[in-house]
């Protein structure tokens, strides 16, 4: 949003923001001035649910989002139908039985009424207050219209809805109702009477809906009492009979002395399988080849007793040779080779084998003993296992049954005890429920503070935003461009100009350039047009740019009185000017035009050029005729090269962008171009074409805002 652009428009409606918001302060002024004062009265109800001196169990937990849900629902319920009606009864029925202190003056529908009337009018209504019924249309049906009268007197329920405020401050146990009226003594009655009827018929629904409930779990819990008691009286009947005590005791002592026999018997197994072995180890020993068992082995016995052989034949041999020496030799070797052996012998056998076998044969004695009674004892193990499994596999069959039963019994059990802490916390709630109480009552008081400042400045306020709120409001659906800025946000591209609207039918150059009388219009007019020449020299002298293009979205946005004024201009600072355009539309009569006027269509004939001062004029033709049909592209090329071998700047005025046709064909020839749009005009999507087309034209320096209003 253009934020100046608003300012502007806020300025131009600054009266319209002035005066209203004064006219509507002045007409409140006189409108509060008969106003009523205004008496308020507020009552204060204690619920206890945040005082810890009210509970019996002061340490308990507090639930504030249960608490907060609970002062929710006791509000709202301030607000029902019936209770409003119960208030409206009570209001009506005082002003009817007391009319010398009635709060308010009697409506013509009760005015008109006589006395019996309005006795039968008080019984009407006493009924209805007894029987706490709603005041509705349909009451209007009977002799005396309920509802309209009730609606009259301003106790209707949508007039006291509106005016009762009921309200709770967080962490605070009170509720406050609060009431302004014009009477202080009817803001006392009503608040007090609200509070008062309120109590009672909460209280009262509060105490039959317990009853209520408790009356439910009790039923409940007396039919989940007789399910138990049947549950558990089936579980015990079963266990009688079946004469099972215990059934999870009997069979894991069962089980735990299957077990104990289980480990007797492998133990017994083992020391069968460990006393064999030793057997077999005994056994082989006292029929093997043990020297500590049975001493020398017979092969060396042998030997030794074959070496003694020897020694006796060899020493018979020594005798009968007459003791040779060689004899004697052998006699001696064979008697050293006996001594060896039976060291060698001796050695081997250190124990006596005799006891070592007696010995074995005991312990094998000892382990056959001991092996017999093992195989006995396992053949009692295995009767006590047999007795123990087979007592053991006849409680199996009722341990579904008795596991049934006692899920059973045990889910009964558990119901009836939910069901009786349930009606044991409802006989709590009832005792130790909410006890709503009024802590403080409502009392007349003095007239509230005046709100005519607040009317006023509210008044003032309001007109004022109200009034700023339609001037936004037409900014917002004026879509017309106003500014550069706008130009350029629409465009998407610069704008490098502005230029002011000159009034009335005088519009030659020359005068505006000359005038001496100081018009203002004329003097911005010569300024931004400098402003617009210096930035079109800048971007042309860059690249020595000669051809300059001026064409528009729009016909009629004075493109061409722009073309007429920027050659002027140039002329003034000494450049030699060329300019291609139509015919100025408007010059004053008596005046001259700024040189003598050629035709372009003939010098791209006879390429002749009469130029005069500094500014030479050749007018396009005006019947709309195209240029490439006239000449070739090659001839209005070297037509072009004539003139910027002549001129210093050629200003063309190219048809408006709508004549797409032939404003194409001229900017074929233009070297840079700028494009005009006109003040307050709306660029619509259909027009973003050209404006697209325009601005991916290389040469393109932008837009000049023409003809601006000098006061914006």
Known sequence: MDIKAFLKLVKKYKWVLILVPIIAVIITYFLVQNLPKQYSSEVQ?????????????????????QINQQFSNIMEKFKMKKIIN???????????????????????????????????????????????????????????KLYDIVESMGYGETGLKKEIDISHSDNSDFINIEYVSDNPNLSAYLVNTLASEFIVNYSSDVNTNQNKSIGLLDSVLKKKEVTMNAKN????????????????????????????????????????????????TIQSKLGGSDPNINGSSRADNREIVSLKKEREAANNAFIENGFRASDQKRVDSLTKIIQSKSNQNFDENVYDPRASKQSLAAQKTQLEIAQQTAKSSIRSIDNELASLRAKYSSMVPYDADIQNYEREADLATKEYMTALDQYTQSRNNQAMGLRLQIE??????????????????????????????????????????KSASQLAHATKSVTIGVLN?????????????NDKTGNPNYEIYRDMLRSLRFEITEKMDADSSKILGITSLFGEEGKTF??????????????????????????KAESKALATSQNFQTFLIKKEIHTEDLITIMNKSTARESLLEMQSIKSLKAGFEVLREEF??????????????????????????????????????????FVDYIKKLPGFLGWVLNKTLTSS
């Open 45 to 65: 109800i204690s619920t206890g649910l945040l005082d810890p001196s009210k509970k019996l169990i002061s340490n308990e937990n507090t639930d504030f989002f």
């Open 86 to 144: 119960i208030l409206s009864y009570n209001l009506i029925l005082h002003d009817l039985e007391q009319p010398k202190s009635a709060f308010r003056k009697y409506s013509d529908k009760i005015d008109s009424l006589s006395a019996e009337q309005k006795q039968e009018l008080i019984n009407l209504f006493r009924e209805k207050l007894a029987t706490k019924s709603v005041l509705t249309l349909a009451d209007n049906k009977g002799k005396y």
């Open 233 to 280: 009286g089936s579980l015990s009947d079963f266990k009688r009979n079946k004469g099972v005590l215990n059934l999870n005791e009997q069979s894991a002592t069962v089980y735990a002395q299957i077990t104990q026999y289980e480990g007797q018997r492998a133990d017994a197994l083992r020391q069968i399988q460990s006393t064999q072995g030793a057997i077999n």
């Open 440 to 481: 403080q009552v409502g009392l007349p008081g003095n007239p509230e503070p005046s709100k005519k400042v607040l009317y006023l400045a509210g008044s003032g306020a309001g007109s004022f935003f109200i009034c700023l709120a339609y001037v936004f409001f037409v900014f917002m659906l004026d879509h017309k461009i």
């Open 501 to 513: 609207k000159i009034e009335g039918d005088e519009r030659s150059i020359r005068d505006i350039w």
């Open 562 to 587: 722009i073309a007429y004024s920027l050659a002027y201009a140039f002329a003034m600072t000494g450049k030699k000017v060329l300019l291609i355009a139509d015919e100025l539309p408007v010059v």
């Open 648 to 689: 210093d700047i050629i200003i063309v005025d190219v048809n408006s962008l709508h004549d797409i046709n032939i404003a194409k064909e001229w900017l074929l020839f233009t070297e840079k171009n700028i494009s005009v749009f006109e003040y307050g005009k709306v660029l619509n999507d259909n027009d973003k074409e």
